[in-house]
């Protein structure tokens, strides 16, 4: 059974850091794509970052977070630096289908089936 498991979310200040970790289960993160979304309240899910071979941000949080595997705990983390107000939301590990993921499948969420309960960040000003 595949599944994802997400932590690390709170709350920070405006211009500091805070690390997401996801544990996968039933398969090994070394294989596989991993992607990074999340959902502000009232808006719709988006990309954030992903994670196969090569490694794939969104605009808005290029140059700040930085998407790594922990092979040897099978994890996938986000390390969120100079976060922003409009980083708050609820983020969203998922693990992807079989196969080779080009950026653009990286950013995909069609391409993930299996996805955590999520865990909430909030950024206070």
């Known amino acids: 059974q595949v599944y994802v498991t997400e932590s690390g979310g709170g709350v920070v200040q405006e211009g500091h850091s805070l690390t997401l970790s996801c544990a996968l289960f039933?398969?090994?993160?070394?294989?596989?794509?991993m992607g990074w979304f999340r959902q502000a309240p009232g808006k719709e899910r988006e990309f954030v970052a992903g994670i196969q071979w090569t490694t794939v941000y969104a605009d808005s949080v290029k140059g700040r977070f930085t998407i790594s595997k922990d092979n040897e705990k099978n994890t996938v983390l986000l390390q969120m630096n100079s976060v922003k107000p409009e980083d708050t939301a609820r983020y969203y590990c998922?693990?992807?289908?079989?196969?080779?993921?080009?950026?653009?499948?990286?950013?995909?969420?069609?391409?993930?089936?299996?996805w955590g309960q999520g865990t909430q960040v909030t950024v206070s000003p």
């Open positions: 998922a693990t992807g289908r079989v196969g080779y993921f080009t950026d653009t499948r990286l950013r995909q969420e069609s391409e993930y089936p299996f």
């Open positions: 039933g398969r090994t993160v070394s294989s596989y794509a």
